[in-house]
């Protein structure tokens, strides 16, 4: 009974602590590194008759090279509306269109706009880590209740704990590597 819920507990954690990673690792994909990205663009939304729509559902977004993203919109009646809303986005990308795409070319970033980026690497990073270890109380609270009811003695308590340790000590690893790549990517001239 007390193996099935320890397992249940850690089994819980390691989903959440994932959660937490999948997370980060989206968030970082629409950070600007100075070259062009589509993912840059995944968060804007249109204002399609009436409707807010994403921008990647009524276009196809592409990179023909490393400073320019090419917007095709499906509907070339969407095309003014796919350009305010890009422009509104305030993503630093400056749209113009010929009547049949949107060319979005990506500036090079300042020395001190890049530094400002890996501020905001580093900020998002720590909030993902404090979500890892909430994980982690949660699990300790949950194994220590179960010793409290009887139902865990204290020597699996803190084999268990042990565990779930070594979980978050490995979710904290790779956010810090994944924040570390990105720096790099960030600072990379």
Known sequence: MSEEDVALVVEETTDSMDKAIRSFRAELTKVRTGRANPAILDGVQV?????????NQLANVGVPDARLIVVSPFDAGALNDIEKSILAADLGLTPSNDGKV???PVPPLTEERRKEIVKQVKKAAEEHKVGIRDARRTA????????NE???????????????????DR?????????QAKEQEVLEV
């Open 47 to 55: 204002d399609y008759y009436g409707a807010p729509t994403p921008l």
């Open 102 to 104: 949107i060319r979005c």
């Open 140 to 147: 300790i609270s949950m194994l220590k209740d179960m010793e």
């Open 150 to 168: 009887g139902a865990l003695p204290a020597d699996d308590r803190k084999r268990a704990e042990k565990t779930v340790q070594e979980l978050t």
């Open 171 to 179: 979710h904290t690893a790779l956010i810090d590597e994944m924040t």
